[in-house]
Every structure is written in C-alpha cells, then in structure tokens.
Nanobody, 124 residues
Framework: VQLQASGGGLVQAGGSLRLSCAAS???????LGWFRQAPGKEREFVAA????????YYSDSVKGRFTISRDNAKNTMFLQMNSLKLEDTAVYYC???????????????????WGQGTQVTVSS
C-alpha cells in the first residue's frame, strides 16, 4: 500500500482545509489514520477511522473541529479541518494499518504504511 497525502497549505486562523489521502492499493481491510508533527515536537495522533468508516476517533485537541471520513470505493481518506488554530500548524501524515494489529488505533504503532506528509500552516 502506498499513500499520498495532499491538500495542505497556508490558511488564516479560523479557516478550513480539507486533506486527502489516496492509496495505491485497496485499503478496505485497513484502519486509516491521520497524525501530525510540529517543529520540535513528536508525532501525535489526530484522527482515525475504522475499516467500514462506522467508527471514528479524535484527539481531544481536534474533537469538534475536524472530521475524518473514507471512501472505500475510491481508496481515499479525508480530513476536514474547520476552525483552524495556530497550534494546528504541522506536517500531516496519513497512515494505514491492519485490523490485526495489537496496537490501539490511536497510536502510531498500529500503522504499517505512511504517506509522505503535507504541510498545514495556520497564520494569525
């Protein structure tokens, strides 16, 4: 599975962006997630979605502002980001992992495949 993240850019605080993650292979049986890494900080969990899309998970810092979704027919995942804050500035990575992973869906260890990242910069 190869993942390609896109949709990042420069946006003012309070604005919106929609990230996309396109997969080269079928991801129907994979859990999908978004992580981000700000300069000088460790990579952190943002959001994840189950194989069917029926269950979603969010970090406390983005809950209520971000929405994760997936289109299994198109092997694509999305992250709609609203009410963006300065602290959302980071490189955003999409990831895919098998449901058989012993790790929780909210930790990086659950994911075997990672995209190259897309930069999101929120300005004041």
């Amino acid at each position: 599975v190869q993942l390609q993240a896109s949709g990042g850019g420069l946006v003012q605080a309070g604005g919106s962006l929609r990230l996309s993650c396109a997969a080269s292979g079928r991801t129907l049986l994979y859990r999908l997630g978004w992580f981000r890494q700000a300069p000088g900080k460790e990579r952190e969990f943002v959001a994840a979605v189950s194989t069917s899309g029926g269950s979603t998970y969010y970090s406390d810092s983005v809950k209520g502002r971000f929405t994760i979704s997936r289109d299994n027919a198109k092997n694509t995942m999305f992250l709609q980001m609203n009410s963006l804050k300065l602290e959302d500035t980071a490189v955003y990575y999409c990831a895919a992992g098998p449901t058989s992973s012993g790790f929780s869906i909210v930790v990086a260890g659950a994911y075997d495949y990672w995209g190259q990242g897309t930069q999101v910069t929120v300005s004041s």
